[in-house]
């Protein structure tokens, strides 16, 4: 498919101020929003008010059903739970790991995609192929088999420390610490930030880098000043996505991190069921949402530029 | 999209550099793929004891005692019903949509398009959780409705974005041609636009079959322990079953996705993915 013919068609059609508001588009468009309102919108509204203590209307089953909820008994709100949740002594750690976690996967990620996407775009040939396809190889494989196979590899009697101990050897193992949770982000988020990366470095022509070249400049300036800045939405669009989606990974830190302090999703997860608090588990999900925020709108504007550069807007 | 431009062919002389790409490219080969084969090997070890390089023997026992657990049965019987219907249910909101965003100009466009991405823009076991609250209420914890519900979520965005490039890339002359011919609206629709855009529809498909197969983190949270499907059977199996059946497990399971992408595999990596693939 041509991304060219995309543009052109997309822009006569909603370029010009002048094309008709269709009354059937509008309806036609809005069932997924309606799914992603009812089942998204709502409940994150609902579950804001829960978390403050209305307890009652549609919260008023798991409130009924959950321990140590805290209700705003005719006040305003309270923040008792959020005051539960931060003063338990587990919660730096966590929000500690988590942070951290996510920077480094994305850092990593960045970092990975971009040599990656450099040396498929400049270089090309059998190498970059090969690194292209073993980069994508993740997209083939369903998260919860990877995490599994990330602990078997790296745990106690796996190749990691069978490879190490024939070599004279004796580390302590990496399953069960952060470090295996970074390389456990890294291996599921690679693919998405690889198809974006390389679809960024392509749509810069041929003739720019060659012009860069005639007037003289080098490889490292050409990549800084030339193809960096002009795949600066791709770039921006796998960084904001990466960490927000390793901040709200569930499978890889359950699998591969330790068991404290570990990753909010686990510590949601568990806290939904394993210990029936859903309360503290919903202030947790709004701490995570907060910490995301910042990252979430930079997504979110990424992405409309994106969408509005091709045309869609 | 993305074979279409040629790279530009810069090899390098000095040795150093050479070097070091050969270097990064065994630790990427050993790094992907090592932990792969390493759980796939199990699958038909008898035994495998540290620090050996390979198993103490091999048997295809473990596939057999796969199929007798019932717990495992059941859950690949959920995984196969649930999954194509998620699909169905998916194409049926989201088809429209695309076709819509693709043709016509309509009030709200950009409001929608910046809901869809702010949907995207949490962190996912955030979402579950509030979902699950919700779920409480509307009595659907632990059923299969709201699992479906849960899954077809994460779904919506291939299933818009992705078909809505595709029908945009059906060139307007063509359908215009086939009216001023004398064609119906709907027959235009039906063996042009539909037929053009049909590989966009379907690589949607199985990126949305494939993640529906996949998901576990909100399938886990709000169908356990009532419904277990295969992704979150591993969950419980990894702690009480020897390493071998788990193995075998993840065979199964992995042989989906990797016949779904391998069929549509060129459409994927050549562009109709990755156009798609901006909001995943």
Known sequence: MSTATTNQVAKESFGSKDSKLSVLGFFMALPPIL???TFIGLPIGLAFFLSLGYTGGLNEVI????????????????????????????????LRTTLLVSLFATILVLFF?????????????????????????????????SAWALYTFYGGAGLYQTLLKSFGFDVPQITSTVVAIVIGSVWTSLPFAILMITSGFQSIPNALIEAAQDAGAGIVTIIRTVMLPLAFIPIVIVATFTSIGVMGSFTIPFFLGPNQPTMFGVEITNFFTAYNRPQQSIVMAFIVFLAASGIAVMYIWANFRSAKESGRV | MANEVQP??????????????????????????????????HAFATEWKFPSYKPTGLTLEWFRKVFEVQA?????????IISPIV??????????????????????????????????????????????????????????????IVQVLGTIIYMTWIPAAAFASVPKNLEEAA???????????????????????????????????????????????NIYTMPT?????????????TAVFSILLTIPSVLLIGLARKHIIGGQLAEGFQIK
């Open chain 2, 233 to 245: 059977a591993m969950y419980a199996i990894v702690e009480t079953y020897p390493i071998q059946v």
């Open chain 2, 72 to 80: 495992l049965k059941e859950a690949m019987k959920s995984s196969f």
């Open chain 2, 87 to 148: 699909v169905l249910v998916s194409a049926v909101i989201c088809l429209p949509a695309a076709y819509a965003s693709a043709r016509y100009n309509y009030w709200g466009r950009r409001t929608f398009l910046i809901m869809m991405f702010s949907a995207n823009a949490f962190p996912k076991i955030g979402l579950f959780a509030t979902i699950a609250t919700l779920y409480y209420f509307l009595n659907l914890m632990g059923t299969i409705v709201g699992v479906i």
């Open chain 1, 35 to 37: 799914v992603l309102g």
């Open chain 2, 179 to 225: 009216r001023d011919a004398g064609a119906s609206k709907f027959r235009v629709f039906r063996t042009i636009t539909l037929r053009m855009a049909m590989p966009g529809i379907l690589v949607a498909m199985v990126m949305s079959f494939i993640y529906a197969f996949d998901e576990a983190q909100g399938t886990f949270l709000v169908g356990a322990p």
């Open chain 2, 8 to 41: 530009l062919n810069l090899h390098t002389k000095s040795w150093s550099v050479k070097i070091i790409l050969a270097i990064f490219s065994i630790l990427m080969l050993i790094l992907v793929v090592g932990p792969l084969v390493w759980l796939a090997v």
């Open chain 1, 63 to 94: 409130s009924i059903i959950g321990q140590d909820v805290r209700a705003r008994d005719g006040k305003l709100f309270t923040l008792q739970a959020y005051q539960d949740v931060i003063k338990d002594p587990r919660f730096l750690g966590d």
């Open chain 1, 113 to 145: 995609s971009i040599g990656i996407g450099l040396i498929q775009r400049l270089r090309g040939g059998k190498l970059s192929s090969l690194l292209t396809a073993l980069s994508l190889t993740p997209l083939f494989i369903p998260v919860v088999i």
